[in-house]
């Protein structure tokens, strides 16, 4: 399948950016900045380049836009039980800690949601050591690079790969956050992703 960069949102925090696919897929992540290595670099070869896929099972049609004046997508999903809306940003941080964050918000009835995530660093090169932290992450480190993902939703590792499946209802919301670090400094202080959301929309 062609990919068109017209069919790619950008996400960005004035220090990096990212791409994100209409089908929710994140195909493009230079981190810490703009000039640095891809962690996620699926649109110049394959899902082994790194990705992070976040869509409903059972998805009947999408639409998405920009609030208003700023960099935050806002993705609205329809199945056949329900409706549920991702949103998608990156917060301005202070120091040299990035952050992507997710955030899935059940409208109507039910959906049932499915996440994946790959991340290779250096365009695909490295295979990062991915361990589990704090009960609920997974921190990947590769060289001086970390990267430390924090859920809502129970998601499991398997060869080297992230996955999870849930569900929100009317009113849910489940975070996912995504922080970069360097890798021999304490794990990036978490933050509440809600705030953050704010934040970024009046910022």
Known sequence: MTKRIEDY?????????????????????CWPRFDSGAVFASLLGDDDNGCWRLAAKD??????AYREGT???????ETATGSARVIDFMPLGPGNTRRLVRIVEGLTGEVAM?????????????????????GDGFEAIAGPDKAVL??????????????????????????????HGASY???PPTIDPFKALDQTETA
């Open 9 to 29: 949102a950008l996400l960005g925090d004035c220090e990096s950016a990212a791409l994100i696919g209409f089908d929710g897929t994140i195909e493009w992540l």
């Open 59 to 64: 998805e009947k049609s999408r639409r998405r």
């Open 71 to 77: 960099l935050i997508l806002d993705t609205v999903i």
């Open 114 to 134: 499915e996440t994946g995530f790959l991340l290779r660093f250096d365009y695909g090169l490295i295979v990062p050591w991915i361990t589990r932290v704090d």
């Open 150 to 179: 924090t859920s809502g939703a129970p998601i499991e590792a398997e060869g080297g790969r992230l996955f999870g499946s849930f569900t929100v209802k009317a009113g849910d919301k489940v975070p996912f956050v995504l922080a």
């Open 185 to 187: 400094q304490p794990v």
